[in-house]
């Protein structure tokens, strides 16, 4: 049998799989990246034997565990864990602390003859471990901040690039008011995990730079850690160049056909134009004390017709529109604003392909 270990460096940069018999409450507060939950206790189970433990002390509260504990249940859990070993004999099992439900764990496997090892410390030092590493990652500051208007196609070419974090991918959200991916984001803290694990696997990879979107201080429902933002604030500024019209074209692609798509999985076909409608005269409406009232209002009277013209497959002249106006009246106002005294940090400016040249030649 491997040893029970805490090199958690190792975990981390090797992504070694992870079992987390935490509760499913506790997991979806914050786990680690690619650890999978196959909890030892439900949540009632956990709220139960917590209050015991609290009043009473370990005996009674294992005491207590074992007599809700019936063979089904023992046996579901049994299933679970070995169909994860069987998958992942590389990996480790924790719970909170590494200590009373990891014990459990290994025993019941091992009466029914599977040695598997624990994460030593459990999830509590594992996350305490990422966020130091965060933290000094974001205070060294070796970081490029990819800055372009909004629809330039910043994602996209995040993505291709080996030596970047993708934060708002991580996120599962753009950004902006219209920026929802329609699922569900992590929690913060898981967000904050994968962010921080990410960045260290890509650290270990070469001393450049690593690139970050720039962002504001929320993606959606997640915010950035005051921290990160002075780093990205501070960090040296990458121009990202796109014509008007292709960044029209992404915003349609991105925001207008991404909410379709989804909306089709749903509804039929007339359902989903009419939740297509809602959604972009909605969003339009969030924004109309910064768009301006006359000016939303007519941007909301297009919609309709715009609307149409997907019903009859024609030209998309009328969501052309709306998308134009919105990036030449709403967005780009709001990154002149942002870009205000940060004239002195751009250190290139350039299309895609300019930019991988730059930093192929600036740091190879």
Not at 168 to 189: C, D, I, M, N, T
Request: proline share 4%; net charge negative; with cysteine.
């Amino acid at each position: 049998m491997r040893d029970d270990s805490s090199d958690i460096a190792a975990i981390i940069l090797n992504q070694i799989p992870l079992l987390d018999v935490r509760a499913p409450i506790e997991y979806q507060r914050g786990t680690i990246p690619g650890a999978v939950n196959v909890p030892l206790l439900d949540d009632h189970q956990r709220e139960l034997i917590g209050t015991e433990y609290a009043n009473n002390g370990q005996d009674a509260a294992i005491a207590l565990g074992l007599s809700t504990v019936t063979d089904e249940i023992r046996q579901t859990r049994l299933h679970g864990w070995t169909e994860f070993i069987e998958n992942h004999p590389e990996g480790y099992l924790f719970c909170f602390r590494g200590g009373l439900r990891s014990k459990t764990t290994q025993a019941w496997l091992s009466e029914a003859g599977i040695k598997y090892p624990k994460l030593i410390g459990g999830y509590k030092a594992i996350r305490s471990y990422l966020l130091e590493q965060f933290e000094r990652l974001a205070e060294e500051g070796n970081i490029l901040v990819l800055s372009a208007p909004t629809g330039s196609g910043k994602t996209t070419f995040i993505e291709q690039l080996k030596q970047s974090v993708d934060i708002e991918g991580l996120a599962k959200h753009r950004g902006s008011a219209f920026g929802s991916l329609f699922v569900q984001q992590p929690s913060q803290v898981s967000w904050e995990n994968q962010v921080a694990a990410q960045w260290l696997r890509v650290s270990a990879q070469s001393n450049q730079p690593i690139m970050f979107e720039s962002e504001s201080h929320l993606i959606g429902k997640v915010s950035l850690p005051k921290f990160l933002q002075e780093a990205l604030r501070s960090a040296p500024v990458v121009e990202l160049n796109t014509p008007l019209t292709d960044r029209i074209k992404n915003i349609q692609h991105d925001y207008i056909g991404t909410a379709m798509q989804k909306y089709r999985q749903a509804f039929n076909e007339e359902q989903s134009l009419l939740q297509l409608q809602s959604f972009v005269t909605e969003n339009l409406s969030r924004i109309e004390r910064r768009l301006g009232g006359e000016r939303c209002q007519r941007l909301i009277s297009l919609v309709p017709a715009a609307i149409d013209e997907l019903r009859t497959g024609t030209a998309l002249n009328e969501f052309d529109e709306i998308v134009k106006t919105l990036l030449l009246d709403y967005y780009d106002p709001l990154y002149a604003h942002k870009m205000q005294g940060r004239e002195g940090q751009v250190v290139f400016r350039g299309t895609g392909d300019e930019i991988v040249g730059w930093l192929n030649a600036t740091y190879s």
